[in-house]
Antibody
Framework: QVQLVESGGGLVRPGGSLRLSCAAS????????MSWFRQTPGKGLECISY????????NYADSVRGRFTISRDNAKNSLYLQMNSLRAEDTAVYYC?????????WGQGTLVTVSS | DVVMTQSPLSLPVTLGQPASISCRSS???????????LNWFQQRPGQSPRRLIY???NRDSGVPDRFSGSGSGTDFTLKISRVEADDVGVYYC?????????FGQGTKVEIK
């Protein structure tokens, strides 16, 4: 069955960096677009980036463009999110999702806290 | 950005009774291919979202037929024909027609 397992979350100071990973299994990873979403109690759910199977098509939400970078390694069935210049408002649970035009399967999430 | 407005935000329901959640978008969700990319998600307490309905009215595999989606253009509805205890949680609509994809605020379903 489809499994998505995120890792890499934690506490980081404002201005710092963090790299999230998502290990995928149960499907042919390279065949699917993948994405990162995040959720906060205040702003709710937000899609922040997606990437196609060959890493040719990538898009970002304005809130993270220029600071976050999505990437993937199909040989390792893994999705990544490099987060730089982190701000307090980036504090959220980050989810990795598989896309079939829109998200179908979600990981369990990893908490990122940006605080001094 | 497309604004998705759900109502009600809180929905107390008696077990076995029907429930209905409305979702309205600030723009038409009909894409150039003729489809409306409107999903419904359920998020149970402490869990990640689970997709229930895609493209307005298509139920995902394993989703009970108590759940149904309908609507078109800018007005959409999720209905639960008979609420069960397992249905407690927050329900979100999400549009994937216009980037950035956006979500409704969520409707909290609880048992009276």
């Amino acid at each position: 069955q489809v499994q998505l397992v995120e890792s890499g979350g934690g506490l980081v100071r404002p201005g710092g960096s963090l790299r999230l990973s998502c290990a995928a299994s149960g499907f042919t990873f390279s065949d699917y677009y993948m994405s990162w979403f995040r959720q906060t109690p205040g702003k709710g759910l937000e899609c922040i980036s997606y990437i196609d199977g060959s890493s040719r098509y990538i898009n970002y939400a304005d809130s993270v463009r220029g600071r976050f970078t999505i990437s993937r390694d199909n040989a390792k069935n893994s999705l990544y999110l490099q987060m730089n210049s982190l701000r307090a408002e980036d504090t959220a649970v980050y989810y990795c999702t598989r896309l079939t035009r829109l998200p179908d399967f979600w990981g369990q999430g990893t908490l990122v806290t940006v605080s001094s | 950005d497309v604004v998705m407005t759900q109502s009600p935000l809180s929905l107390p329901v008696t077990l076995g009774q029907p429930a209905s959640i409305s979702c309205r978008s600030s723009q038409s969700l009909v894409y150039s291919d003729g489809n409306a990319y409107l999903n419904w998600f359920q998020q149970r307490p402490g869990q990640s979202p689970r997709r229930l309905i895609y493209k307005v009215s298509n139920r995902d595999s394993g989703v009970p037929d108590r759940f149904s989606g309908s609507g078109s253009g800018t007005d959409f509805t999720l209905k639960i024909s008979r609420v069960e205890a397992d249905d407690v949680g927050v329900y979100y609509c999400m549009q994937g027609t216009h980037w950035p994809w956006t979500f409704g605020q969520g409707t909290k379903v609880e048992i009276k």
